[in-house]
T-cell receptor
């Protein structure tokens, strides 16, 4: 079964606004990763945060990790129409080497 | 440095035929994952391979599905006697090694349609 669960399932905002997506998981993890998928395409890695990290930035992306709540959030600031895509979180459990995927958040940025 | 390559990008098969999907990992990567994705859903793990070795095939149906990653050449995901429910996008991803808990590099996927 999928460990990661993203919410919301879908998010539609105006260009320029910030977009926040959340991910919850069940078991202890080595790291958590966020990926982006444009419609009909493969996945692109965005950012990785390790279990001993609490926050990480990459350009307009900000990821937080709360291991006590087993949750992570992905914030995209100053959104652009080109950010329209599905965003997935994936966890690498401590006891395993697999990536375990959530069902994703579909983000639509309205111009 | 070429990325992960998959072919074909689109594959149409009739029920009962065989589907053969290929994945060439990034140069220097010796580990490959195969995933399946249905429309509007996340990825489902199928199999994890190292060259000449299946590490974990727990996500792959025991019947009709098989995977290999030979010493030379691409990784192959083979689906025999396809059924309509096999229609999906199949993605492979590669990693440099088992102990490397870093990002996976994805191919563009093969979209399988079973008529």
């Amino acid at each position: 079964s999928q460990q990661g669960e993203e919410d919301p399932q879908a998010l539609s905002i105006q260009e320029g606004e910030n977009a926040t997506m959340n991910c919850s998981y069940k078991t202890s993890i080595n790291n958590l990763q966020w990926y982006r998928q444009n419609s009909g395409r493969g996945l692109v890695h965005l950012i990785l945060i390790r279990s001993n990290e609490r926050e990480k930035h990459s350009g307009r992306l900000r990821v937080t990790l709360d291991t006590s709540k087993k949750s992570s959030s992905l914030l995209i600031t100053a959104s652009r129409a080109a950010d329209t895509a599905s965003y997935f979180c994936a966890t690498v459990p401590d006891s395993n080497y697999q990536l375990i995927w959530g069902a994703g958040t579909k983000l639509i940025i309205k111009p | 440095n070429a990325g992960v390559m998959q072919n074909p990008r689109h594959l149409v098969r009739r029920r009962g035929q065989e589907a053969r999907l290929r994945c060439s990992p990034m140069k220097g990567h010796s580990h490959v994952y195969w995933y399946r994705q249905l429309p509007e859903e996340g990825l489902k793990f199928m199999v994890y391979l190292q060259k000449e070795n299946i590490i974990d095939e727990s996500g792959m149906p025991k019947e009709r599905f098989s995977a290999e990653f030979p010493k030379e050449g691409p990784s192959i995901l083979r689906i025999q006697q396809v059924v309509r429910g096999d229609s999906a996008a199949y993605f492979c991803a590669s990693l440099p090694g088992l102990a490397d808990y870093n990002e996976q590099f994805f191919g563009p996927g093969t979209r399988l349609t079973v008529l």
